[in-house]
């Protein structure tokens, strides 16, 4: 095939204990999947079904340790801040799947990062405009390496961490989730077809925060490869 402009890298993720990478085809991230998280945002997601919104999938930054990412910080924002996250991979194509069904799509899972620029987010808001320029943008979803569900079983309970420059700063499970995996996944698949390749950035626990050059952010899922990334100033 000729393409008409130099055609980019495919964004990828390392599978760990193997060399084999998950091509990534889409980024679906749930919004305000954990009650205390809602409530720190002015929400009460008890009482909502989840909603979604996307990254591109080049926003990837893939980090395998004991290297440590490095995520420049963003333009046009002056609040940047953090959300650790459990990220689901699909394996399998679907559509209008059951939750008792929503299991068998799972490829694995990973560590990863809704890295968002919530002054630009929390205007959008209130205008009523897209969230799009707020969480969409260049290096927005660090992501650990993703371990096969066949390695892990299906997750449903266990802590999710995040500290900053050592300090405790998110502390959660997985059991908080108001929307389980399953019933994610069976939720989003009546609105799309679910193909290999995407991802599900599931919600972040309470305790988000801003992050500046400098800091240094670890995150962690029980089981899991950690994530560890440090902001950088962005290039002149």
């Not at 399998?92 to 799509?105: D, H, I, M, Y």
């Not at 919530?118 to 660090?142: N, T, V, Y």
């Not at 389980?180 to 698949?189: G, Q, R, T």
Request: proline share 9%.
């Amino acid at each position: 095939m000729h393409y008409a402009i130099p055609a980019w890298e495919l964004p990828s993720v390392p599978v760990a204990g193997s060399d084999r990478h998950f091509p990534v085809r889409r980024i679906f991230c749930v919004g305000r999947n954990y009650a205390e998280h809602a409530k720190e945002m002015g929400g009460d997601a008890a009482k909502e079904p989840p909603f979604f919104f996307m990254k591109s999938a080049d926003a990837i930054v893939p980090v395998v340790p004991p290297g440590v990412g490095r995520v420049a910080y963003p333009l046009a924002t002056s609040n940047f801040h953090h959300e650790i996250e459990l990220v689901v991979a699909i394996g399998g194509s679907g559509v209008k799947v059951t939750p008792e069904a929503a299991q068998s799509l799972v490829f694995g899972y990973a560590v990863g990062l809704d890295m968002t620029r919530r002054d630009l987010q929390s205007d959008m808001r209130e205008k009523k405009r897209p969230w799009d320029i707020g969480k969409s943008f260049a290096q927005a979803a660090p992501i650990a390496p993703i371990h096969p569900v066949t390695a892990t079983g299906a997750l449903s309970r266990g802590a999710i961490e995040l500290d900053v420059n050592g300090a405790p700063r998110q502390r959660g499970d997985l059991s908080d989730m108001i929307w389980d995996v399953p019933h994610m996944i069976a939720f989003l698949s009546q609105m799309y077809r679910l193909e290999p390749g995407d991802l599900i950035f599931t919600g972040t626990p309470s305790g988000v925060g801003a992050v500046n050059a400098g800091d240094r952010l670890d995150g962690r899922v029980a089981g899991l490869t950690p994530l560890s990334i440090e902001i950088v100033a962005p290039a002149a």
